[in-house]
């Protein structure tokens, strides 16, 4: 019967219903997508690839406003504004095709060929990861014929039972007063309508359960990882280190609130039992380490504060670990640095690249890390397990490559993936400070006032902080007891604010002498300058 339905019908099918066909096939190519990419490839999921791929290609201020706009919850809005989009295309697909299936069928397909591009696209997907792209385009269109076909044959049978619809117009559910009981066409179209949405969400929820960054390894490379943490500790915090009770950040970072930065719209989830680390371009010796090789060089644990360069005056990326690794410096010295290796350039398991220069990883004082632990735990999921670098003094984007599995030793020549789009190539962190409290339109009792915050300059170490109020003449801050020059340091001072508004502003120097520049520069190329000032309200 199928067969000889023709390809046009005698008359539109209702919007609704049309519009149906395309949200259900939309569903169908997403579930299924998702269901195949978890048993082959779990970031070859369609969806994901397509917002991975939007990441990099959108253009660097459209992500700032992002980064901006959103902060840590750039991805959820990016994720949402994708499947408004995908709702509208699958709305119009089925509204374009009232008068027959194939105008629907060729944007659904149009659509899964998107799909598949941008799964051939990304870097840290293999070839057999296109099948879910291709999976869900065959199930999209499929579907949406399937669908479509039902739908004519409801309402084909509609006219057959007498009930000539009339058109968009009320009162058309005439057919049911007409005696002419629920039809097996429009039977057949509401239970395979119902059918494609619960086979769509099953499809969609198992294939998230397990795409939902599962990483690890077998339990012995799991006890690999715990031996490995059992390194010598890091020099211990000291009473005095940070003035929670005025309100800065603790000294030390829990890893739940720790910043995080990074282009993956899902957490890559690395096996550590296949995990490898390859160290080669301008080296005497190729290094191919596994975990366990990793292990057997020095351990150590160093307290750093890690900086982002996107972070704006006064922004909450940056962070204090106490991270557990081995320093990079003795894996570069093993395989022999040539002449003329400007930078190490990483490569993460998700594709992501930094260039890090290679003189800043061979001194032995900044002490730059191939870290698998933070915190005394391993590291976690989202900030790059198994292993990634860490180097003090040096923003994250060139020198913190999360999820690692390659160091190339190259020039400057290769570009990694901020320069390209950009951004600086050296990436020192600069001298800043922010006020925590009071916090901004904060209303506080008139009188005196503790005003707290933290103030940076790691490799250099940070030597004085003032404030003032209303441009006022400034005054010296107490600082906390310094653990290193490669973390944060905090400061607090007592001030008399008077009934009204006020602002406060604060002004670090550093170990050189370098007072903190007031001139605003944007995060764009390297990183912001200017002070943080604050407004709040006395009464
Ligand atoms: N693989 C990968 N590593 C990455 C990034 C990334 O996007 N991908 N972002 C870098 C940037 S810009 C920063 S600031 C730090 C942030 O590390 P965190 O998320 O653990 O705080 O990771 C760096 N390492
Ligand atoms: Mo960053």
Request: include cysteine; charge should be negative.
């Given at each position: 019967m199928e067969d000889v339905r023709p390809e046009r019908l005698p008359?539109?099918?209702?919007?609704?219903?049309?519009?149906?066909?395309?949200?259900?096939?939309?569903?169908?190519a997403i579930g299924s997508g998702q269901l195949v990419a978890a048993l082959v490839e779990p970031r070859s999921a369609p969806l994901l690839a397509v917002g991975n791929t939007a990441i990099d290609l959108t253009p660097e201020p459209v992500k700032q406003f992002a980064i901006r706009a959103f902060g840590e919850s750039d991805k959820t809005a990016l994720l949402a504004g994708m499947g408004v989009v995908l709702l509208v295309f699958a709305v119009l697909a089925g509204l374009v095709s009232r008068r027959g299936p194939r105008p629907g069928s060729v944007l659904v397909a149009a659509f899964g060929i998107v799909g598949i591009a941008?799964?051939?696209?990304?870097?840290?997907?293999?070839?057999?990861?296109?099948?879910?792209?291709?999976?869900?385009?065959?199930?999209?269109?499929?579907?949406?014929?399937?669908?479509?076909?039902?739908?004519?044959?409801?309402?084909?049978e509609r006219d057959a039972s007498g009930g000539a619809r009339s058109g968009d117009e009320p009162g058309s559910d005439r057919e049911t007063e007409s005696g002419g009981e629920r039809g097996p066409g429009r039977r057949r179209f509401l239970v395979s309508s119902v059918a494609v949405a619960a086979g769509a969400g099953v499809a969609g929820g198992l294939g998230s359960l397990t795409t939902g960054g599962r990483s690890g390894g077998s339990p012995a490379a799991q006890q690999a990882v715990g031996r490995a943490l059992n390194a010598p500790p890091a020099q211990p915090v000291p009473a005095g280190a940070d003035f929670r009770a005025d309100g800065t950040p603790t000294f030390i970072t829990p890893n739940r609130d720790f910043y995080r930065?990074?282009?993956?719209l899902s957490v890559p989830s690395v096996d550590l039992d296949s995990w490898r680390l390859r160290v080669h371009g301008m080296v005497d010796r190729e290094l191919d380490l596994g975990f366990a090789d990793l292990a057997r060089f020095p351990r150590v644990t160093r307290t750093i504060t890690m900086t982002c360069v996107s972070n704006e005056v006064g922004g909450p990326y940056i962070s204090t670990a106490e991270f557990t690794g081995v320093p990079i410096r003795d894996v570069l010295l093993a395989a022999g640095v040539r002449p003329g290796a400007e930078q190490v350039f990483s490569t993460s398991a998700d594709g992501f690249t930094a260039g890090t220069p290679t003189d800043a990883l061979l001194e032995a004082e900044r002490g730059a890390l191939l870290a698998f632990g933070m915190n005394g735990e391993p590291l976690p999921a989202q900030h790059g397990y198994p292993v990634r670098m860490v180097t003090p003094g040096l923003y994250g984007y060139v020198s913190a490559t999360k999820w690692l599995t390659d160091l190339e030793l190259t020039t400057f020549a290769k570009p990694a993936y901020w320069i390209e789009r950009g951004w600086g190539q050296r990436g020192p962190i600069k001298l800043q400070s922010r006020i925590d409290r009071p916090s901004g339109f904060a209303k506080v009792p008139a009188g005196r006032n503790a005003v707290a915050g933290i103030a940076w300059a790691q490799t250099?170490?940070?030597?004085?902080?003032?404030?003032?109020?209303?441009?006022?003449?400034?005054?010296?801050?107490q600082l906390s007891t310094e653990v290193n020059d490669q973390t944060w340091r905090m400061w607090r001072a007592d001030v008399d604010l008077a009934p009204g508004g006020h602002t406060v502003e604060c002004r670090a120097t550093d170990r050189n002498g370098q007072v903190q520049t007031?001139?605003?520069?944007?995060?764009?190329?390297?990183?912001?300058?200017?002070?943080?000032s604050v407004f709040c309200t006395a009464n």
């Open positions: 008359r539109p099918l209702p919007a609704t219903v049309a519009a149906l066909c395309g949200v259900l096939a939309a569903a169908a941008a799964v051939l696209a990304r870097p840290d997907v293999g070839v057999l990861g296109v099948l879910a792209p291709v999976v869900a385009t065959a199930a999209g269109v499929w579907v949406f014929r399937w669908l479509h076909g039902a739908a004519a044959d409801a309402d084909a930065v990074d282009t993956a250099i170490g940070i030597d004085a902080v003032e404030v003032r109020v209303d441009g006022g003449p400034w005054q010296p801050a007031p001139r605003r520069a944007s995060v764009l190329p390297d990183g912001a300058t200017g002070w943080h």
